[in-house]
């Protein structure tokens, strides 16, 4: 059973900055894509993801201010947020997807404060 486990949530203040992070139970080279999501009130969105082969995908609301990275020999995926907003709040949401079928981990909180 893959377990996806994420760190690094918190308080901060808007213009902050935090790092997730995400560390798998295996080698992150077995997954198509590794990303975060932020969930919102019914729906879960895509922040950023990155493919085995390191091309990487943001939301336009994230572009410029979040990076996503890996580092495949600790199994592990980054988010650096830097410039903060409110309205990044939410809890963030590990994904690995491998075959067409996803794992998630159980998510980490972020708050901005205005």
């Known amino acids: 059973q893959v377990q996806l486990v994420e760190s690094g949530g918190g308080l901060v203040q808007a213009g902050g900055s935090l790092r997730l992070s995400c560390a798998a139970s295996?080698?992150?080279?077995?997954?198509?894509?590794m990303g975060w999501y932020r969930q919102a009130p019914g729906q879960r969105d895509l922040v950023a993801r990155i493919t085995v082969g390191g091309t990487t995908t943001y939301a336009d609301s994230v572009k410029g201010r979040f990076t996503i990275s890996r580092d495949n020999a600790q199994n592990t995926v980054y988010l650096q947020m830097n410039g903060l907003k409110s309205e990044d709040t939410g809890v963030y949401y590990c994904?690995?997807?491998?075959?067409?079928?996803?794992?998630w981990g159980k998510g980490t909180l972020v708050t901005v404060s205005s």
């Open positions: 295996e080698s992150i080279f077995d997954f198509n894509t």
């Open positions: 994904n690995a997807n491998r075959l067409s079928r996803n794992y």
